[in-house]
């Protein structure tokens, strides 16, 4: 397993995660929700607003309750059930093995990313939290989703539960089907909320496409679950690169 890791991820001062989501007045094409290419052209950009901010992370956003405040927990829960949260979490699929490698940071050219790739990343169709941990392919995916590949299952679980709000057999993982991998390996990881349950979802569209998938015809609007708000998170150390 290969692990490339940087400093500007540190986790051991606060996140300094902005109480505002990232609109500013801009607007997509389509929406106020932007796909996760689009949040990243806007973050490198660093216009107006976002200087030394990067995108929010999955892994951030795991350890909002540890690092931030109960207001700022409640008030990213309710942005994951308005309008879902896009993090700049990346998943890309092999598509040939069920190899994947993760990126967080992806594509910024603010802070570098923080790769990990997993031999094996199984197809999850819903899959509760609950399940996930007892597997050795879902405890090492759950690690790289929360960048922390050494920690104990149970340190895992109790974040991912603190984060969501929702027991773990409330809290549900997809991935694509190994037929969706070859089509697009490339995918965005989406936070959604609702009455039934917390969606971590490695399986959203990572930029618009229109066009016939799998028999249907894809439109490049919100309804079909491509776009999101977001969150930003100051940028407190230079960016260097170590691997391990």
């Given amino acids: 397993m290969r692990i490339t890791r940087v400093n500007n991820g540190d986790y051991s001062g606060n996140l300094h995660l902005l109480n505002n989501r990232i609109i500013m007045g801009l607007k997509s094409p389509k929406t106020d929700a932007w796909t996760q290419k689009e949040w990243i052209a806007l973050f490198n950009a660093q216009g107006k607003g976002l200087k030394r901010k990067r995108m929010l992370s999955a ?4 350890r909002v309750p540890e690092k931030s ?3 700022e927990v409640e008030s990213l829960q309710q942005e994951c059930r308005a309008l879902w949260v896009i993090t700049s979490t990346h998943h890309t699929y092999h598509p040939k093995n069920p190899a994947c490698t993760i990126s967080h940071n992806y ?3 603010v802070v570098a990313p923080r790769v990990i790739t997993l031999d094996s990343l199984p197809v999850l169709r819903g899959v509760p939290a609950s ?9 090492l995916y ?5 960048d922390d590949m050494y920690a104990q299952p149970a340190t895992l679980l109790n974040r991912l539960v603190a984060f969501a709000q929702r027991d773990p057999e409330d ?5 694509p089907t190994v037929a969706s991998r070859r089509r697009n390996p490339e995918r965005a990881v989406r936070l959604d909320s609702d009455c039934d349950g917390f969606y971590i979802r490695g399986d959203i569209y990572s ?7 799998h028999n249907e015809h894809i439109l490049a609007d919100i309804s079909n679950g491509y776009g999101g708000r977001t969150r930003s998170v100051l940028v407190s150390k230079p960016c260097k690169q ?3």
């Fill in 131 to 139: 399940k996930l941990i007892r597997t050795q392919s879902g405890r």
């Fill in 59 to 62: 892994s951030d956003a795991f």
């Fill in 171 to 175: 809290i549900f993982f997809y991935t």
């Fill in 142 to 146: 759950l690690g790289a989703l929360e």
């Fill in 107 to 109: 594509q910024s050219t």
């Fill in 69 to 71: 405040s109960k207001e």
């Fill in 207 to 213: 930029k618009y496409i229109s066009g016939n998938i």
């Fill in 242 to 244: 170590t691997k391990k």
